[in-house]
């Protein structure tokens, strides 16, 4: 399984970005894919998944409203839109993969990307 993440940058608060992941390796109706994001001095944490199969999302609370997870079954394709952007979203952000459901902890990934770093100034 490879997953490649893009689409970081550097914005200004206020501003939308959209991360896309493109998964290849093997078929994924029976997997979820998540975005955590690690900003410098802390622990990688949860911020959204959605579930292959049917398009299940969850969203940590922090991003609720403001960020949007989706899937193109046809490009095997996650994206992460991030409306509203706060300085406090600055990070790297990382796409997993896992088999089965939505998860939010990091350890029950099994799949990993290579990050892509997203840069919110004030």
């Known amino acids: 399984v490879q997953l490649q993440a893009s689409g970081g940058g550097l914005v200004q608060a206020g501003d939308s970005l959209r991360l896309s992941c493109a998964a290849s390796?093997?078929?994924?109706?029976?997997?979820?894919m998540g975005w955590f994001r690690q900003a410098p001095g802390k622990e990688r944490e949860f911020v959204a998944a959605v579930t292959w199969s049917d398009g299940s999302t969850y969203y940590a609370d922090s991003v609720k409203g403001r960020f949007t997870i989706s899937r193109d079954n046809t490009k095997t394709t996650v994206y992460l839109q991030m409306n509203s952007l706060k300085p406090e979203d600055t990070a790297v952000y990382y796409c997993?993969?896992?088999?089965?459901?939505?998860?939010?902890?990091?350890?029950?990934?099994?799949?990993w990307g290579q990050g892509t770093l997203v840069t919110v100034s004030s």
């Open positions: 997993a993969a896992r088999r089965g459901y939505v998860a939010t902890g990091a350890t029950l990934y099994d799949y």
């Open positions: 390796g093997r078929t994924f109706s029976s997997y979820s």
